[in-house]
């Protein structure tokens, strides 16, 4: 396992392009999402993650796209990590797992259905009715 530390923005993607999995170790709510998450999702990468983290792309309890383990227990957390990494099997199914889940809730046809049913539900009376 190589933690890079802080890097620029062009040796970023090339660390990110070499990457086997991804982790969004975040311990409060605000911390839920992360653009980070959705890249690893289209690159096919598996996530280890805290129960506050990432809920839309890693799901309890199947773990179809990650590993989920409890906030702020860094030894669950490496535990996770080390699991993702020993078996490779599990991680590539998991990454085209996630990158398909990814796809069906974050491409822009389904960003717009979700914005289009929104304003619809805004603009109606409960009834059905538009306003």
Known sequence: MVFAGPVDDAELLAWLAAADVG????????????????????????????????????????????????????????????RLLDDQPMRRRMGIEGRARARSLFSREAMMLGVSSAYERAMSDGAGRQW
């Open 23 to 82: 982790v969004l170790p975040s311990t409060l709510p605000s911390e839920a999402w992360g653009m980070v998450s959705g890249r690893d999702a289209r690159q096919r990468r598996p996530r280890g993650l805290d129960r506050t983290g990432d809920w839309n792309v890693a799901r309890e309890p199947k773990r179809e796209t990650g590993l989920v383990v409890p906030p702020a227990d860094s030894g669950a957390l490496a535990a996770a990590l080390n």
